[in-house]
């Protein structure tokens, strides 16, 4: 004889203890007295859940797990009941256990691969389907949702180019596309929202994000997108009170700060300008003036302020920040080849060569050979780029001279010859080293040999 085991679901302790209550004689039941309840118990479940009756499913599995907590099939029975009533998480918890418990468990890997793309993970989805078609090859069920999380996948990457093209309709319609087999997705959610706003369809974007705080109140980047749409329809206080509520939720939320900081600019811009035309000799406004230009990357603003400055006062040290934001303006002008390969300016050299690993593979032309002759000739001119840019950023003497403005013409770089398959080859190795399959919305993926 051996005491019945506790509860393992918290949210049902206070019935189990009932249950107990109720019957004082189960607490004490041989293993295979246990054992026959706990069918009994999933025996009722099935029952509710062929009914659709999910929340009595759940509470029979339940008890179910009381008695036996070591059978893997309670497990994936009460994950498929928690898929059912759309509360993935807890049925990515309850797969998870199952697998653990039995690793040849085909069901408790295919729930659990569900319930990760329903997340929008579609990477960890990818492997709970490959392990079902090591136990099943000829599972289709498997081998169609892996193609869903490749969907995904591609979806994602569009997105993002689209994103930074702020071709925001073109992310909209990747997200909805994205959300189809991944319902329970915040992260596509926020950014569909947050390109919502950008596109002006501000209604749209706070349902979105009103619906994920209903959710889970302390979502920043929800707050960040409800602050976001105040901010566009001049609700400008409103706006900051999301935007730092945000910041409370998540601080390193750089968006949300970011928004903050502008709207402190904004305001020392407009007191300064005030000040200026109640004395047009005032220096110091100028001065703060064009600091807060520089800040805010408007950089002729910023130029025509020290010009002034400059003509009035010609010390040193206004004619350093004239030339300063004179090579700022200039910098503006041409390619941004951190923004080409979507890194930061401060990224490590490791990080240079993973972003031109992805966006050269992205942009390839062979990858793109079966589109229209228009998107070729545009992806070329991405694949150019992105070659360009990683052969600066990738040379320190002419990082150093594109960081500090100069022209890089001066190394005998003639970018109008620049040749990116080389770059490419000497990349990848050389052919053979890859290939591009057809595969997916994108129409490729990639092998490596």
């Known amino acids: 004889m051996r005491p019945r085991p506790l509860p393992t679901h918290g949210k049902m302790a206070s019935e189990q203890c009932d249950a107990v209550n109720m019957d004082p004689d189960m607490e004490l039941l041989s293993d295979e007295e246990l054992e026959r309840e706990a069918e009994g118990f999933k025996e009722q479940g099935n029952a509710f859940y062929i009914k659709k009756d999910y929340a009595e499913a759940f509470k029979y599995y339940t008890k179910a797990i009381d008695m036996c907590p070591k059978n893997a099939s309670y497990y994936g029975n009460r994950a498929a009941t928690l898929m059912m009533l759309c509360r993935y998480r807890e049925g990515l918890e309850d797969s998870q256990q199952a697998v ?33 078609l090591e136990l099943e090859p000829d599972n289709s069920q498997a081998q169609q949702e892996l193609k869903n999380a490749e969907s995904i996948l591609e979806y994602e990457r569009m997105a993002e180019i689209g994103f930074e093209k702020r071709d925001f309709r073109m992310v909209v319609f990747c997200m909805d596309r994205a959300l189809e087999p991944a319902p329970a997705c915040h992260r596509f959610k926020i950014l569909k929202a947050e390109c919502l706003a950008l596109l002006g369809r501000y209604p749209e974007a706070q349902s979105v994000a009103s619906d994920i705080l209903r959710m889970d109140s302390t979502n920043a980047d929800a707050l960040y997108v409800r602050g976001l749409c105040l901010y566009y329809e001049d609700c400008i206080d409103k706006a900051v009170q999301f935007f730092v509520q945000a910041l409370r939720m998540a601080p390193d939320h750089d968006k949300a700060r970011l928004a903050c900081r502008l709207k402190k600019l904004e305001q020392a811009i407009e007191d300064c ?44 040290e206004h004619k350093h920040f004239l030339k300063n934001a004179q090579l700022e303006l200039k910098k503006s002008k041409r390619k941004d080849y951190y923004k080409v390969l979507g ?107």
């Open 273 to 316: 300008t005030k000040a200026i035309k109640l004395d047009e000799t005032y220096i110091k406004a100028y001065l703060r003036r064009a600091q807060c230009y520089m800040d805010t990357e408007m950089y002729e603003e910023a130029v025509r302020d020290y010009e002034k400055v400059y003509q009035t006062e010609k010390t040193k």
């Open 100 to 132: 653990r418990l039995d690793n040849t468990f085909m069901k408790g890997h295919l729930r659990e691969g569900k319930c990760h793309l329903s997340l929008g993970n579609a990477m960890a989805a990818s492997r709970c389907f490959l392990r079902v």
């Open 343 to 449: 890194v930061d300016k401060n990224a490590t050299e490791d990080e240079i060569k993973k972003a031109y690993r992805k966006r050269a593979l992205l942009h390839h032309p062979d990858r793109h050979s079966g589109a229209s002759a228009e998107l070729q000739k545009e992806e070329e001119k991405k694949f150019k780029e992105v070659g360009e840019a990683f052969s600066v950023l990738s040379d320190p003497k002419k990082k150093s001279r594109y960081d500090s403005g100069q022209d890089l013409e001066d190394d005998g770089m003639n970018m109008a010859d620049f040749d990116a398959n080389n770059i490419f080859k000497a990349f990848f190795g050389g052919p053979g080293g890859f290939s591009f399959e057809a595969s997916g919305p994108g129409n490729f993926f990639f092998q490596f040999g």
